[in-house]
Nanobody, 122 residues
């Protein structure tokens, strides 16, 4: 079981990035909650966006209206489109998966990617 993130980088405030997470064939995106988490230095890990079994999406208040989570089952890929980026969005971003319905608690997730760094400069 593997999750591999890509798409991170450095961008100025107000810019955009698109993160992708390639899931191995052993993760059925239709049976698993997929999510993006982030963790900045010295801060706790936080859930950013969730993609639930029924295709419902949920967002942290801090990113609502700026980030969009999307999933392509045919390509086994999860996306995070990030617009109007702010310096406080700087963090390591992780893709995660768990069997069943979504949760905001990272401890409930079984599978994790290695992370991709996002840095937003002011």
């Amino acid at each position: 079981v593997q999750l591999v993130e890509s798409g991170g980088g450095s961008v100025q405030a107000g810019g955009s990035l698109r993160l992708s997470c390639a899931a191995s064939r052993y993760i059925a995106l239709t049976d698993d909650c997929m999510a993006w988490f982030r963790q900045a230095p010295g801060k706790e890990r936080e859930a950013v966006a969730l993609f639930d079994l029924d295709a419902s999406t949920y967002y942290a208040n801090s990113v609502k209206g700026r980030f969009t989570i999307a999933q392509d089952n045919a390509e086994s890929t999860l996306w995070l489109h990030m617009n109007s980026l702010k310096p406080e969005d700087s963090a390591m971003y992780y893709c995660a998966a768990r069997y069943g319905r979504c949760s905001w608690d990272g401890a409930d997730f079984t599978y994790w990617g290695q992370g991709t760094q996002v840095t937003v400069s002011s």
